[in-house]
């Protein structure tokens, strides 16, 4: 059977079809209302239709070629500030999706004007926000003028009428709650609740919240019961929203229950702690049990006419405890009582710093570096000196980084760990690294420990590695780098024309742990071993015959790999050292004197790389 051959004809028709796909396609992402850039493995745009071009309110041709200003995230969107048409400021949604590009990796960014929904959801929260505040205030006039009348203060009230007055004071403390609630709910939703974690034990909050419900169990002749064992829990909460929670869940029990008890006990479930709420209540039907903790629900004839509820408290039960980092669930039978239960985490110290995370990155769109720093066990580190060291750790960190839009948050030291967030902004991971070091060693000098600070640290960079506290935290503490270990391998240059001085400093360096250090007797070796490795200290007698310490210094300052070498001159003059500190953060140029006091030298290596 002959072999069918494609023919010329059906190449045209095929490269044709090909060449109109590839319009149509062009067509769309040029006229796309949405922004649409493509960056390299090194965030450099290599292109970007029209749409981005104007929502970026940047020249297309002057952004080719350029990095991309705008942090990235890995799959999840995050919001930036626009211009949109007409030059008027708005917000974006920037979404990231990597692709291949010539073979390889590239990033495919989508901006997408997000304004008007922003708007519209703000205007939607502050509507309920404002309705709710407005009537607070008029309904606690009302209760409290309703309660005057009823109690007869200012004059006899018959029985009909004092009923009136009653069904008046359980209707309007209704509305409170709904208003309350409603309140609640769309703080909750709008994502502008605020928890104030502690440390608390759950058993005083149960205990408290047990003892508060006791008078109404009593008056209605249900048992109301606390159990709990001897080993107490720590949780790290909201206590106030904790409260509300248990709270609403045996409120709910109570109104439920016609006879019998209601029960509630702790227990703990490993890493987490279980509260449990049970009742031989009316029940649930087992159609209802998926929509407990909907909004608005509330399943068949209320036991209680007269104190019925908004159907937002469970819903608000929910956001809290999931807000918690943990989970809410019911178990019930219609007739045969329910079983609401809650779970937290049980208290460990990183939740208290992903708090601190957290809370820092709530809104951020710049880039932030996530510092951890572990201290060594000196004999000398006491925790008097350890606390103070954090603390002026922290107040360099706030002086060098904080600034109007810039801010730094610390978490409580435990032991010898330590967490700083600072907004970092765009300089590099090296740069963000040898300054934070440089403010830690400062701190270290400045502090009572005399001595050089056994220490290791880690970093992490938001949104670029990651937008989860959790990632970020894992990150810091994964690749964790011992600053003592890391310091002796670097590279160290000395320079100077007396063979003697270089190879008597090369022995000094050695005795301190240092074991990459060449030694050069012209200034221009520096420059001919550059190819070998840069340096990361230079150590340089200003006079030698040649290139003199001056132009050696010159040449390194312009050149773009090495202007940030520090450089430790050595002078035959006397010079003042107590001042370096403020010097070096300008210059990372100091001088010492000669004949090189030993003690001085070790100090001024140590804090220089």
């Known amino acids: 059977m002959p072999t069918l051959r494609k023919t010329p004809r059906f190449n045209e028709v095929k490269l044709q079809t090909v060449k109109v796909e590839n319009q149509m396609l062009e067509a769309i992402v040029e006229k796309s209302i949405d922004g649409l850039v493509v960056l ?51 917000t974006g949604e920037i979404r990231t999706v990597d692709i291949s590009r010539n073979g390889k990796p590239a990033y495919l960014i989508s901006i997408r004007d997000i304004t008007e929904r922003i ?96 008078p109404l169990a009593k008056s209605k002749h249900i048992d109301l019961k606390l159990e709990m064992t001897n080993d107490d829990v720590d949780v790290y909460v909201d206590q106030d929203r904790i409260v509300q929670v248990i709270n609403n869940l045996i409120g709910n029990a109570l109104k439920f229950t016609e006879k019998g008890w209601v029960d509630v006990h702790m227990q703990r479930q490993g890493d987490q702690v279980e509260c449990i709420v049970k009742d031989t209540g009316r029940g649930i039907d087992e159609e209802d049990i998926n929509h407990v903790f909907e909004k608005f629900q509330q399943f068949g004839s209320v ?54 995370i957290r809370s820092h990155l709530t809104g951020k769109k710049d880039i932030s570096t996530l510092f951890t720093i572990q201290l060594q066990d000196m004999p000398n580190l006491t925790d008097a000196i350890r606390n103070d060291l954090f603390e002026l750790i922290t107040k360099k960190v706030r002086s060098a980084y904080e600034k109007p839009g810039k801010m730094v948050s610390a978490s409580a030291p435990v032991q010898n760990m330590f967490h700083l967030v600072i907004d970092s902004g765009y300089e590099s991971r090296l740069f963000s690294r040898k300054r934070f070091l440089r403010i830690i060693k400062e701190a270290a000098f400045e502090s009572k420990l005399n001595e050089e600070l056994d220490f290791s640290y880690g970093l992490s960079v938001y949104p670029e590695e990651s937008k989860s506290p959790e990632t970020l935290l894992a990150i810091s503490r994964d690749h964790v780098i011992h600053e003592k270990t890391e310091r002796l391998r670097r590279r160290i240059f000395i320079v100077d024309d007396e063979k003697e001085m270089t190879e008597s400093l090369k022995t000094l360096l050695g005795f301190f742990g240092y074991a990459n250090v060449h030694t050069m007797n012209r200034g221009n070796e520096v420059f001919d071993r550059l190819d070998e490795g840069i340096p990361d200290l230079v150590i340089l007698d200003m006079k030698m ?19 940030d070498i520090p450089i430790l001159i050595m002078s035959g003059y006397e010079v003042e050292t107590g001042q370096f ?29």
């Open 303 to 356: 036991v209680d006419p007269e104190n019925k509820g908004t159907g937002l408290g469970l819903a608000i039960s929910r956001e809290i405890i999931e807000l918690h980092g943990g989970t809410i669930r019911v178990e019930s039978k219609l007739d045969q009582g329910s079983t609401f239960s809650f779970a937290l985490p049980r208290y460990n110290y990183d939740l208290e710093v992903l708090e601190v």
């Open 581 to 609: 500190l403020e010097y070096v953060n300008t210059k990372a140029i100091l001088t010492v004197s000669k004949p090189v006091d030993a003690e001085m030298l070790k100090k001024m290596v140590y804090f220089l790389i």
């Open 119 to 214: 708007v519209f959801d703000r205007l939607k929260d502050d509507f309920i926000s404002t309705v709710s505040h407005e009537l607070r205030t008029p309904l606690t006039s009302m209760r409290e003028a309703i309660s005057v009348l009823h109690d007869g203060i200012l004059g006899d009230v018959n029985e009909e009428q004092k009923d009136f007055l009653s069904l008046c004071l359980r209707n309007t403390d209704l509305l409170r709650r709904i208003v309350s609630d409603l309140l609640d709910i769309s703080k909750i939703e709008a994502g502008r609740v605020k928890l104030k974690k502690a440390r608390i034990p759950l058993s005083e909050v149960l205990q408290s919240a047990v003892d508060s419900f006791l």
């Open 545 to 563: 015959p040649g290139m003199s310490g001056y132009e050696v210094v010159g040449r390194l300052k312009e050149r773009f790999e090495t202007k």
């Open 40 to 90: 390299d493995q090194d965030r450099i745009v290599q292109f970007l239709n029209p749409a981005a071009a104007s929502i970026l309110n940047q020249n297309a041709t002057a952004l080719l070629g350029q990095r991309f200003a705008h942090p990235i995230g890995n799959g999840q969107s995050s919001e930036i500030e626009i211009v949109r048409e007409g030059g008027k400021a708005g």
